[in-house]
């Protein structure tokens, strides 16, 4: 059964920087990628990356993060200059096909203070 265990997250002050580390237990995808909820809302997709390293991104990101993937099944989200409003539970997901969502992790809680 694939398990996927992300590690990374913690409290970081607004401006400051985050790495997020995702392996799988086993396998290897088509896509990987990063979701995000914060209180009240909705996950979002927050970037993705392909066993091809081709790459999207939520607007909000703006360049400030950066995914990659390491023998398409480990992935990385790498995060920089973090607003308050980057505060969620980060999710680490994989998919088979086009879309990261068949597998996913239990989450990382990323805090950010002001």
């Known amino acids: 059964q694939v398990q996927l265990v992300e590690t990374g997250g913690g409290l970081v002050q607004a401006g400051g920087s985050l790495k997020l580390s995702c392996a799988s237990s086993?396998?290897?995808?088509?896509?990987m990628g990063w979701y995000r909820q914060a209180p009240g809302k909705e996950r979002e997709l927050v970037a993705s990356i392909t066993a091809r390293e081709e790459t999207t991104y939520a607007d909000f990101v703006k360049g400030r993060f950066t995914v990659s993937i390491r023998d398409a099944k480990n992935t990385y989200l790498q995060m920089r200059n973090l607003e308050p409003e980057d505060t969620a539970v980060y999710y680490c997901?994989?998919?088979?096909?086009?879309?990261?969502?068949?597998?996913w992790g239990r989450g990382t809680q990323v805090t950010v203070s002001a």
């Open positions: 997901a994989a998919g088979q096909w086009s879309t990261p969502d068949d597998y």
């Open positions: 086993e396998g290897v995808f088509s896509i």
